[in-house]
């Protein structure tokens, strides 16, 4: 993807957007942020810590990402493991409960177009909710 269609790389407290995972490579740009852009339709932009419950209930609803799909170099995740959500499903998560962990400097801005900010800082991991 060129690097002229990203939005500016900027976390959701205004700070430059820090890396999400590059083991497993995350983000809709496969580049370790949850950079976005117009091609991004999903807003793969909240950096979430995967949990069981979570992954279960993202397969339960379609999309598995638990398991591997070695046809797409994707090993499949696990519990502990980060990755740019999109952010309607963030907000799902939390609407049942089941949302996971978030590095809110690891969240792009534009992910509060949809999730709002105090419901983030509900979940974020305590070294990053300053």
Same mark, same amino acid.
């Given at each position: 993807? @060129?690097? %002229?269609? &990203?939005?500016?790389?900027?976390?959701?407290?205004? +700070? =430059?957007?820090?890396?999400?995972?590059?083991? @497993?490579?995350?983000?809709? #740009? &496969?580049?370790?942020?949850? %950079?976005?852009?117009?091609? %991004?339709?999903? !807003? *793969?932009?909240?950096?979430?810590?995967?949990?069981?419950?979570?992954? $279960?209930?993202?397969? #339960?609803? +379609?999309?598995?990402?638990?398991?591997? &799909?070695?046809?797409?170099?994707?090993?499949?995740?696990?519990?502990?493991?980060?990755?740019?959500?999109? $952010?309607?499903?963030?907000? !799902?998560?939390? !609407?049942?409960?089941?949302? @996971?962990?978030?590095?809110?400097?690891?969240?792009?801005?534009? $992910?509060?177009?949809?999730? =709002?900010?105090?419901?983030?800082? !509900? #979940?974020?991991?305590?070294? %990053? $909710? *300053?």
């Amino acid at each position: 993807m @060129p690097q %002229d269609d &990203r939005l500016v790389s900027v976390n959701v407290l205004g +700070g =430059p957007l820090k890396p999400c995972s590059l083991d @497993p490579i995350t983000g809709f #740009y &496969r580049n370790g942020c949850c %950079d976005t852009g117009p091609l %991004d339709r999903g !807003q *793969h932009t909240v950096c979430a810590v995967m949990t069981e419950e979570f992954l $279960a209930m993202s397969k #339960y609803l +379609g999309n598995d990402l638990s398991t591997p &799909r070695p046809e797409f170099g994707f090993a499949g995740l696990k519990a502990g493991d980060q990755w740019c959500l999109c $952010a309607e499903r963030f907000l !799902q998560a939390h !609407q049942e409960a089941a949302a @996971p962990k978030v590095r809110i400097a690891s969240t792009h801005q534009s $992910a509060l177009n949809v999730v =709002p900010l105090a419901v983030l800082l !509900q #979940y974020a991991l305590p070294e %990053d $909710a *300053h």
